[in-house]
């Protein structure tokens, strides 16, 4: 990295791309959402590469395929030749091998996490995605309320208003202290709008570059 990076990372609907916006604003600084450069990064991993191949064998037109189509397909074929359990683990090093490689990029920048690619079960991933972080100048954990029930509740009401889908099991398990990388700074927001999240992050950041 030449210049520092900003990672904004949280559970679904925290505020991750809107603050992501306003900050990179403020700070005049590029902003890279990892929801948006995923995609390609997943195909750096032989093993999807191979899965891939073995769909083209079936006639199956990968490039074609929606994103939810897409990892539906790997899922099959991967658990096929090698066993559910085993999708589940390249899934996990899929996604953190894509924040990893959105943390690489040239610095100054802000880098927002889409909710799950700081989700870890393996300890090889989570060892690999906290040096990722201690490398950035500085990492912050969006989160309306410090107890996982209330922040739960809050980001379900504010995700149904968008018409978004809810898992609350799903939003509690992420805004447990445990879901969270280690070293990554808490920032509970409240009701704050993300310009005045962007504000308070913007002054933090100035004050350590």
């Known amino acids: 990295m030449s210049g520092p990076i900003v990672a904004l990372l949280g559970p679904q609907g925290a505020g991750k791309s809107s603050v992501g916006r306003q900050l990179a604003a403020r700070l005049g600084w590029p902003q890279h959402s990892v929801d948006a450069h995923c995609w390609a990064h997943y195909r750096e991993l032989p093993e999807v590469l191979a899965a891939e191949d ?8 990968v490039e074609e395929l929606a994103r939810r189509a897409y990892l539906d397909a790997l899922a099959a074929v991967v658990g096929e030749t090698h066993g559910e359990a085993h ?6 090093r899929m996604r953190v091998h894509a924040a990893l490689r959105c943390l690489e990029r040239e610095g100054p920048a802000i880098v927002d996490f889409g909710a799950g690619h700081a989700r870890t079960q393996l300890a090889s991933t989570r060892a690999a995605l906290q040096d990722g ?8 954990w969006l989160q309306p309320w410090p107890e996982a029930e209330r922040a739960a509740a809050s980001l379900a009401e504010r995700l149904r208003c968008l018409g978004r889908a809810v898992d609350e099991r799903t939003l509690r398990g992420d805004c447990s202290p445990e879901a969270r990388p280690r070293g990554v700074e808490v920032v509970y927001t409240g009701e704050l709008e993300p310009g005045a999240v962007a504000d308070r992050l913007a002054a933090r950041v100035q004050g350590s570059v």
Request: hydrophobic share 60%; charged share 35%.
């Open 87 to 92: 999708w589940w683990r390249l899934w996990e």
């Open 54 to 61: 073995e769909l083209r064998r079936r006639a199956i037109a």
């Open 133 to 140: 972080l201690a490398r950035c100048e500085v990492a912050v």
